[in-house]
């Protein structure tokens, strides 16, 4: 269905599956609005300005730490920080991620 004749109100109260809501919902990509966490940011970034956070991610792939700090900052614009860093730490962190591997596959031999 093309939306983008339909009157703003109609969109906006147009229906959607109840479990698909209750997902979103848990994921945080339907949220409360302005005072809910995801409607802000603490410090520089600018995920907030964005319908799909990092936080999402992480919640609906179950990532850990080392995973979701890869998401994070693939994800962000830092005022102040160059692209350049963020590349360079994501290697650093895939160095990390990487030896905690070899050395888990090495302890199960």
């Known amino acids: 269905m093309d939306v983008t004749n339909v009157e703003p109100v109609a969109r906006a109260t147009m229906p959607i599956d109840y479990d698909l809501y209750l997902k979103l919902k848990r994921l945080g990509i339907i949220h409360g609005g302005d005072t809910d966490t995801r409607s802000f940011n603490v410090g520089k970034s600018d995920y907030a300005h964005h319908i799909i956070q990092p936080w999402s991610i992480w919640l609906d792939y179950n990532l850990d730490p080392w995973d979701a700090d890869i998401v994070k900052r693939v994800?962000?614009?830092?005022?102040?920080?160059?692209?350049?860093?963020?590349y360079e730490k994501i290697i650093h962190i895939c160095n990390e991620k990487i030896r905690q591997l070899d050395d888990e596959h090495n302890n199960n031999l």
């Not at 994800?75 to 963020?86: A, C, H, N, P, Q």
């Open 75 to 86: 994800l962000r614009t830092k005022e102040g920080d160059s692209r350049v860093l963020d």
